[in-house]
């Protein structure tokens, strides 16, 4: 049974909209496309490379996917790191409106969510693998379908834009699991699925 891996790139404040280039999701007006490019040095493409060795399956948003399947179809170098195991891998899509995907190795999961992503987690070899997808993620986290988060937080502001978890996400625990700092200030963190939060208080000493 394989681990469901959510890697998502956010900024300082928890934007996660169009990190990879201004045209990339313009939804609400969006204008700083692209944040995350001026931040990808050589310890950054080390972690992401190392993430995409351990792959057996995807499961993308529907915007993620349209994203994705314009871009690395058409990279067909068999060597690349990213492109290799994106194109030739089975890759899933939750959606109701998509119904002839254009990338080959696509099924759309039209059904329950829950269901279909535990079924895909049981009959998959290796880690299944969701990349960007915020809302998607946010819904996975919801069902406590996500086994592990790699947040990579980049040193930026922006103000606008659609945020990982915005208001009414689901109260979620995590157990920090290990992370690095790259040399271009990126912190890339990675945390285990835990629970519900705990709570708790200080309270002021007692009077002697």
Same mark, same amino acid.
């Given at each position: ?15 996660y ?5 201004p ?5 609400g ?51 690349d790191?990213?492109?290799?195991? #994106?194109?030739? &891998? ?7 409106? +998509? =119904?002839? @995907?254009p990338?080959a $190795? ?9 269901e ?9 070899d ?13 819904? #996975?986290?919801? &069902? ?7 947040? +990579? =937080?980049? @040193?930026?502001?922006? $103000? ?14 995590f ?7 790259t ?9 285990d699925?835990?629970?519900r939060?705990?709570?708790?208080e ?7």
């Amino acid at each position: 049974m394989g681990k469901l891996v959510s890697t998502l790139f956010v900024t300082l404040d928890g934007v996660y909209q169009a990190p990879g280039g201004p045209q990339e999701d313009t939804r609400g007006g969006f204008t700083h496309g692209g944040w995350s490019f001026p931040y990808a040095d050589e310890d950054f493409g080390r972690f992401i490379g190392e993430v995409f060795t351990r792959p057996g399956a995807f499961l993308l948003g529907r915007r993620t996917y349209d994203i994705f399947a314009t871009y690395w179809p058409k990279v067909t170098d068999p060597g690349d790191p990213v492109a290799s195991p #994106l194109n030739s &891998l089975p890759k899933y899509v939750p959606s109701s409106t +998509l =119904t002839d @995907p254009p990338w080959a $190795g696509t099924t759309v999961l039209s059904g329950d969510l829950a269901e279909e992503v535990a079924a895909v987690k049981e009959r998959t070899d290796g880690e299944v693998q969701v990349h960007g997808s915020g809302a998607l993620v946010r819904s #996975l986290l919801a &069902l406590d379908l996500v086994d592990t988060l790699h947040l +990579l =937080t980049f @040193p930026v502001v922006l $103000g606008s834009g659609f945020r990982l978890f915005s208001e009414g996400t689901v109260p979620t625990a995590f157990e920090h699991a290990g992370g690095s700092v790259t040399g271009a200030g990126v912190s890339i963190q990675t945390y285990d699925l835990k629970g519900r939060p705990e709570y708790g208080e200080f309270a002021l000493p007692q009077d002697a």
